[in-house]
């Protein structure tokens, strides 16, 4: 799916179901809030979103815990979980996702290569995550995983109905 398709069909889906959606970003750097604003009518179902790059954002502003960070790394299915979860309730919103992740060129591990990302989505009570492996320039990573965690959200929204 495009990206104007797949951002416009999430904020029908969003609209659709009197829904508000909740972003926390940290590799993708605002991507998804930015590409989701560009859609007229966004208000109506984008709260708005948190660009945690720096741990300390992400325990401060998100409730993200220290010891999950120490545990586990930021780019981890703990962190993502606990950003969306924070998000969520810091706008008070019935959505929310969540991405954390290496974009390169450099910072990767043999354990968490670059391209290594981790996506957390929250729809009422319902909470997913998944790990990703992306191959790409730094650009492209973003942008893979900016399009990824929209339709890791549609999906949700759909499998709802």
């Given at each position: 799916?495009?990206?104007?398709?797949?951002?416009?069909?999430?904020?029908?889906?969003?609209?659709?179901?009197?829904?508000?959606?909740?972003?926390?970003?940290?590799?993708?750097?605002?991507?998804?809030?930015?590409w989701l604003t560009n859609v007229?009518?966004?208000?109506?179902?984008?709260?708005?979103?948190?660009?945690?790059?720096?741990?300390?954002?992400?325990?401060?502003?998100?409730?993200?815990?220290?010891?999950?960070?120490?545990?586990?790394?930021?780019?981890?299915?703990?962190?993502?979980?606990?950003?969306?979860?924070?998000?969520?309730?810091?706008?008070?919103?019935?959505?929310?996702?969540?991405?954390?992740?290496?974009?390169?060129?450099?910072?990767?591990?043999?354990?968490?290569?670059?391209?290594?990302?981790?996506m957390a989505w929250v729809l009422?009570?319902?909470?997913?995550?998944?790990?990703?492996?992306?191959?790409?320039?730094?650009?492209?990573?973003?942008?893979?995983?900016?399009?990824?965690?929209?339709?890791?959200?549609?999906?949700?929204?759909?499998?709802?109905?």
């Open positions: 799916m495009s990206l104007q398709r797949l951002r416009h069909a999430l904020g029908r889906e969003l609209a659709g179901s009197g829904l508000r959606l909740a972003v926390a970003e940290s590799c993708s750097g605002g991507l998804i809030a930015h007229p009518g966004s208000s109506h179902w984008f709260s708005g979103g948190v660009v945690a790059y720096a741990n300390a954002v992400k325990v401060r502003c998100l409730g993200v815990p220290e010891t999950a960070i120490a545990s586990h790394g930021a780019v981890s299915r703990e962190v993502v979980l606990a950003m969306a979860l924070g998000v969520r309730d810091l706008l008070a919103t019935d959505s929310a996702l969540a991405v954390s992740g290496i974009a390169g060129p450099g910072g990767g591990s043999p354990e968490k290569p670059v391209g290594t990302v981790w009422q009570d319902a909470i997913r995550s998944k790990g990703f492996q992306f191959r790409g320039t730094r650009l492209q990573i973003k942008k893979l995983t900016a399009m990824r965690a929209m339709a890791g959200m549609l999906e949700m929204l759909r499998r709802q109905r």
